[in-house]
């Protein structure tokens, strides 16, 4: 059903998906992570149904969320998904080396991730990457941003996405996202507490990227200004 919400709301213009392939989604043998910004809720929604339908006749084609342990793995409401999910307990160093240890399992098995390198929404972050003028910048505050000039903005990598491609060698999708934090608003109200499908979120899928032998230590930074770029793109 989520599947089939996904594709109404592309053939309604609610969500505009650029750079579709599905060979893009394709794991193939080494795994595939899908990095993808993260702006809001809405997104971290969508981004399952990507898949749609071919997980209804292959295994391969499922993908696995990486949802924050406390506040929604271990919610009862959040029980139907568990299965195809990995909790990320944040804060909590050994919690994080074993969500870590299974998503690297998962993807020796040729399993897909979904993950936000983020480790949180956007806005909440400390230190940010901002492209401007076709050069990549780092600042502390978003206050430094004007985003009425639509420069894209990111908050630092977590450095777990790093070691995780580098022991794996997965094949690595970048995701831009953009309008999200329209259709769920990071300010929740009351007078309208449901989602506004009449919004547009937009998904650019990027091409697979070559990490060749790129050293461990610069991995993480790579893909930073990777979907920071394809955010920019167009």
């Given at each position: 059903?989520?599947?089939l ?19 893009k ?6 795994g595939?992570i899908l ?5 809001s ?10 898949f749609?339908p071919w997980y209804l ?12 342990k406390k506040n929604y ?6 029980s ?7 909790p ?20 020796f ?19 940010f ?7 990549v ?7 430094e ?22 022991n794996?060698k ?5 995701v831009?996202?953009e ?7 990071n ?9 506004r499908?009449?919004?547009?979120t937009?998904?650019?899928?990027g091409?697979?990227l070559?990490?060749?032998?790129l ?10 200004d990777?979907?920071?770029?394809l955010?920019?793109?167009?």
């Amino acid at each position: 059903m989520g599947g089939l919400l996904l594709w109404l709301l592309c053939v309604t213009r609610r969500v505009k998906i650029v750079g579709y392939h599905r060979s893009k989604l394709d794991p193939k043998d080494k795994g595939l992570i899908l990095i993808h910004n993260h702006p809001s809720l809405w997104e971290p929604a969508l981004l399952p149904f990507l898949f749609f339908p071919w997980y209804l006749f292959s295994l391969r084609f499922v993908p696995f969320s990486i949802p924050d342990k406390k506040n929604y793995h271990d919610k009862w409401w959040f029980s139907p998904f568990r299965v195809v999910c990995i909790p990320m307990e944040r804060g909590n160093l050994k919690g994080e080396a074993r969500a870590l240890k299974r998503m690297r399992e998962k993807l020796f098995e040729g399993k897909i991730l979904l993950l936000a390198p983020e480790g949180g929404r956007t806005f909440k972050g400390e230190e940010f990457k901002i492209i401007r003028g076709g050069k990549v910048d780092v600042v502390k505050s978003l206050s430094e941003v004007d985003l009425r000039d639509n420069n894209k903005v990111l908050r630092r990598f977590k450095p777990g996405i790093g070691w995780l491609a580098f022991n794996t060698k997965a094949k690595i999708l970048p995701v831009w996202t953009e309008g999200g934090e329209r259709v769920v608003p990071n300010s929740f109200s009351f007078k309208f507490p449901f989602p506004r499908f009449w919004r547009q979120t937009q998904l650019k899928i990027g091409e697979p990227l070559d990490l060749g032998e790129l050293p461990k230590k610069e991995i993480t930074e790579f893909l930073e200004d990777s979907i920071l770029k394809l955010g920019a793109e167009g």
